[in-house]
């Protein structure tokens, strides 16, 4: 790509931050059904142990100020049975544009039936730390207002969520908005922007094909005021308790494969690629996440059931 083309670009990408406009704000990740709590509170303490996950992704790799995020999440049952809590915290960077956020998470299920299928409600309390720093492009006038002032900003952005999950052996449904508030965001030079209520609604089934296949489609819809609904299925199939291969299709935007392998009961790490549908295919080689899992167990004792999301 031409020098100037970048420019342009990066500056494109960057002011989409701090403008009012109306669009996807919130971290994208590709395997959020193996570590839903991201986007949904009421998932904490759903497991039978104790789970620390982490997670890089690498949006939209080979162009410069592409997004980039990491994500480390840890989450668990009380010994009342029905309370699960769970902290996540999480960096988003997109050109100069910086966001942590961390946030604590309290969920309470209620058992259903005799196969132990239940009904989670949660909500999580935090902080997004959100701050820019301008003084990292590239110049061009060095007479500019952002250059000559600094151009740095920060805000402290606290905020609350709150979600539904619905949950066997076998299935998951959920339902959250990881960020009621509607915050505002308004530097020194006229730049405004608010963080946008995200709904989500995500689901899946195991199907049992063979003794040694299971089938798992799974879905997921994003919905923010004045931006186009975002729908995404995944197919994935799991091979003898061990190994996870799927594939996925986001409507108009991305397609890609992804890979999770359990080494033992314990620990298991997976790969995600997105290749993507748009005009930047032509910008970018796609984009790559990892991700590292473990589960505080006992190898010996096991675990009840197969963990499938």
Aim: with cysteine; net charge positive.
């Amino acid at each position: 790509m031409k020098t100037p083309i970048k420019i342009a670009l990066y500056i494109a990408v960057t002011l989409s931050c701090v403008s009012k406009i109306f669009s996807q704000q919130e971290t994208q990740l590709s395997m959020y059904f193996f570590n839903p709590l991201l986007i949904n509170p009421a998932y904490a303490g759903s497991q039978e142990a104790m789970q620390i996950t982490g997670t890089a992704r690498n949006q939209w790799s080979g162009l410069t100020g592409s997004p980039q995020t990491q994500m480390l999440s840890i989450h668990s049952p009380l010994k009342i049975e029905s309370i699960g809590v769970g902290l996540t915290v999480l960096n988003d960077q997109l050109g100069v544009t910086k966001n942590t956020g961390i946030y604590g998470n309290l969920a309470y299920s209620v058992k259903l039936n005799k196969r132990n299928d239940r009904l989670a409600f949660g909500t999580q309390l935090g902080m997004d730390i959100f701050r820019q720093d301008f003084s990292n492009l590239r110049i061009i006038d060095n007479t500019d207002q952002l250059y000559v002032n600094g151009g740095n900003y920060q805000k402290n952005l606290f905020n609350v969520g709150a979600g539904i999950y619905y949950y066997g052996k076998r299935f998951y449904l959920g339902a959250s908005s990881p960020r009621l508030l509607k915050n505002k965001l308004e530097s020194n030079y006229d730049q405004k922007a608010l963080q946008e209520n995200h709904v989500y609604l995500f689901g899946g089934i195991v199907i049992k094909l063979n003794a040694a296949i299971n089938m798992r489609p799974s879905f997921i819809i994003k919905y923010v005021n004045s931006a186009p609904l975002s729908i995404e299925g995944n197919l994935s199939f799991l091979f003898y308790e061990k190994l996870w291969v799927g594939a996925m299709y986001r409507h108009g935007a991305a397609a890609g494969a992804n890979v999770m392998y359990s080494i033992n009961q314990n620990l298991r790490v997976g790969y995600a690629y997105d290749y993507q549908l748009t005009a930047l295919q032509n910008y970018s080689f796609g984009s790559h996440e990892i991700m590292l899992s473990y589960t505080f167990k006992s190898s010996s004792k096991g675990f009840k059931s197969p963990r499938y999301f």
